[in-house]
């Protein structure tokens, strides 16, 4: 799917929120969550960004070596990987991890 970065966060799990503006094709990939919690943008999770400093995300990253690059705001990207539901945080919509990111 592909869409224009909103935002990137960085969060403490080491991993990489960011919030994609999806493209009119790819529309339909968000839901009523994704509104609420995200203000409509689709979370593309880039993980073991930087060092955890979550205590326990740490075992999940130790021996992993980043390949994804994070994009900037406003950058066209297209991402593949897993699209799923994250329980965790209210049934929002996400791609995660990230297998491949494109910019352009």
Same mark, same amino acid.
């Given at each position: 799917?592909?869409?224009?970065? /909103?935002?990137?966060?960085?969060? *403490?799990?080491?991993?990489?929120?960011?919030?994609?503006?999806?493209?009119? *094709? $790819? $529309?339909?990939?968000?839901? $009523?969550? /994704?509104?609420?919690?995200?203000?409509?943008?689709?979370?593309?999770?880039?993980?073991?960004?930087?060092? !955890?400093?979550?205590?326990? *995300?740490?075992?999940?990253?130790?021996?992993?070596?980043?390949?994804?690059?994070? !994009?900037? *705001?406003?950058?066209?990207?297209?991402?593949?990987?897993?699209?799923?539901?994250?329980?965790?945080?209210? /049934?929002?919509?996400?791609?995660? !991890?990230?297998? $491949?990111?494109?910019?352009?």
């Amino acid at each position: 799917m592909s869409g224009t970065v /909103n935002a990137t966060i960085y969060e *403490a799990d080491g991993d990489v929120h960011v919030r994609l503006r999806l493209d009119p *094709a $790819s $529309s339909n990939w968000t839901n $009523s969550a /994704n509104d609420q919690y995200q203000y409509g943008y689709l979370v593309v999770e880039v993980v073991c960004v930087r060092i !955890p400093t979550q205590t326990d *995300a740490i075992p999940a990253c130790q021996g992993y070596t980043n390949q994804i690059l994070v !994009p900037r *705001a406003g950058e066209h990207i297209t991402v593949t990987g897993p699209y799923v539901l994250d329980r965790a945080h209210h /049934n929002w919509a996400e791609v995660h !991890p990230v297998y $491949s990111l494109v910019v352009g």
